[in-house]
């Protein structure tokens, strides 16, 4: 079986490593997943081992049980030698209107708070007219963004305004801890992703100036903050803004699922009392 097909890199090893590695990532032995799953434990140690071939069905079945994403459902059928089942729709094709319609209501209902929504690469593709606004004034230029329109390509990338220098970076004053939380989400994306460009983003992030050495040893194991201000240094005063992350419920398309919907709040009485004025309003 050829490498790639329909643009999905296939697991050389076949389907079998693979589904291991979803149930012990889910921390199921094989009779928690069979029972589950409404298969024997036996049949399902034969898939894993390779002395059984699943169906495409028994595949999507124990996919459903162990919660994997579309794109990674789409490899186990690759891995096994089925076509994908999920499709990839771009957000401006015109089968997708309903579905911006949808986002353009969060957005603009977010309205005068700042919120953007972004791919599983952390590119913006959509934002409303205050996070537009506020982007303008701590880049010091209007960035490449209409309000409530699908950005064009090359997007802006959330990490490399937050990595570089000369990005949002230089006001951000709890700096290091905003960058180490978000390059520890992109490191537990990536360790159960098939995904290059998110490695060469992570290889971009790593080699900004400042970021220190230590930080290329993934920390998975870290504990995700419930909640982690961002602190912000705006004309000598400094804000402290917390977000939220929507996401579409029961997504049947892949961009769908990959798709965030992040929304910021001031942190406090001082904050909102600033971001309420002028020139931030």
Known sequence: MDSHRNGFAVEPSGIGPLLR????????SQLDLALEAEVSARHLSFLETGRA???REMILTLANVLDV??????????????????GETGLDDPRMASVRAAIEVILKSNEPRSAYAHDRHWDIVMANAAFIRFLTILLGRPPALEPLRVAPLPRLNVLRLIFDPNGVRKVIVNWETIAKSLLNEAFRKLAWARDEALQALIDEMLGYPGVPERWREPDLEAPRDLILPTELRLNEKVVRMFSTITKVATPNDVTLED????????????????LAAPPWS
């Open 21 to 28: 590695r979803w149930r012990e990532a889910r921390h199921l």
């Open 259 to 274: 798709l965030s919907i992040e929304s910021f709040y001031p942190a406090d009485s001082e904050t909102a009392r600033i």
């Open 69 to 86: 994403p579309l794109r990674e459902r789409n490899y186990l059928l690759l891995a096994a030698g089925y076509a994908p089942v999920y």
């Open 53 to 55: 071939e699943p169906s």
